[in-house]
């Protein structure tokens, strides 16, 4: 498994998070958010995941949040353009394991079917907690 973490930074106080990349032998790139996903690092979280298209020629790129405290308007930004960059390679686009909170926000702005959530809930996909809005 390759990986990559790639630190970002939050201009709020006492707030981190970074963004980690790996690789596993399936063809599958996985980006990991820890922390805040806003309009500080939301280009870094694009710019991570069109790495992992571009770098990695992967089956499926998938963006966990399990560990994302925070997500903003600019961070729903970072996952489309992550979906834009998946999709114009022909790569698989999931996000998983957001919170329940997190999960009707994607509903009520469209994005569950775009983001495979619920493809990945049918495969049988464990949701962990993660607080989102």
């Known amino acids: 498994m390759l990986g990559m973490l790639v630190p970002t930074r939050?201009?709020?106080?006492?707030?981190?998070?970074?963004?980690?990349?790996?690789?596993?032998?399936?063809?599958?790139?996985?980006?990991?958010?820890?922390?805040?996903?806003?309009?500080?690092n939301a280009d870094e979280l694009a710019d991570c995941v069109r790495d992992a298209v571009l770098e990695g020629s992967p089956s499926t790129v998938q963006?966990?949040?399990?560990?994302?405290?925070?997500?903003?308007?600019?961070?729903l930004g970072a996952l489309i353009e992550g979906y834009r960059a998946a999709s114009d390679?022909?790569?698989?686009?999931?996000?998983?394991?957001p919170t329940a909170t997190f999960r009707r926000v994607l509903v009520v702005t469209g994005l569950t079917?775009?983001?495979?959530?619920?493809?990945?809930?049918?495969?049988?996909s464990e949701r962990a907690e993660a607080t989102g809005a």
């Open 10 to 40: 939050s201009y709020g106080v006492g707030m981190h998070s970074s963004i980690r990349r790996t690789l596993a032998d399936d063809g599958t790139a996985t980006v990991t958010v820890q922390g805040e996903i806003d309009f500080a």
């Open 63 to 75: 963006v966990d949040l399990q560990g994302a405290s925070f997500i903003d308007s600019t961070g």
């Open 89 to 97: 390679a022909s790569v698989r686009f999931v996000v998983t394991n």
């Open 113 to 124: 079917d775009l983001f495979g959530l619920d493809e990945a809930a049918e495969e049988g």
